[in-house]
């Protein structure tokens, strides 16, 4: 009846947070290939380790691009 939610199946590629030079904006997400996908905005610390949890990935692994 009640189960435990599951973690979303991470997509291929390394995770990575691209950040603009300009103004500062960060995205997290995957690049494959040169392609970024799965984008979601950065406002804190926080919202990195909510991302890193939900697709079960250790906050160590990912590196910022720019």
Same mark, same amino acid.
């Given at each position: &009846?009640? #189960? *435990?939610?599951?973690?979303?199946?991470?997509?291929?590629?390394?995770? %990575?947070?691209?950040?603009?030079?300009?103004?500062?904006? +960060? %995205?997290?997400?995957?690049?494959?290939?040169?392609?970024? &996908?799965?984008?979601? $905005? $950065?406002?804190?610390?926080?919202?990195?380790? +909510?991302?890193? +949890? *939900?697709?079960?990935?250790?906050? #160590? #692994? %990912?590196?910022?691009?720019?």
């Amino acid at each position: &009846m009640f #189960s *435990k939610k599951q973690r979303e199946q991470a997509p291929a590629g390394e995770p %990575v947070i691209r950040a603009s030079i300009c103004n500062g904006e +960060k %995205v997290i997400g995957f690049r494959e290939n040169g392609h970024f &996908m799965n984008g979601e $905005v $950065v406002r804190s610390e926080e919202d990195i380790v +909510k991302f890193c +949890k *939900k697709y079960g990935i250790d906050r #160590s #692994s %990912v590196k910022t691009i720019y």
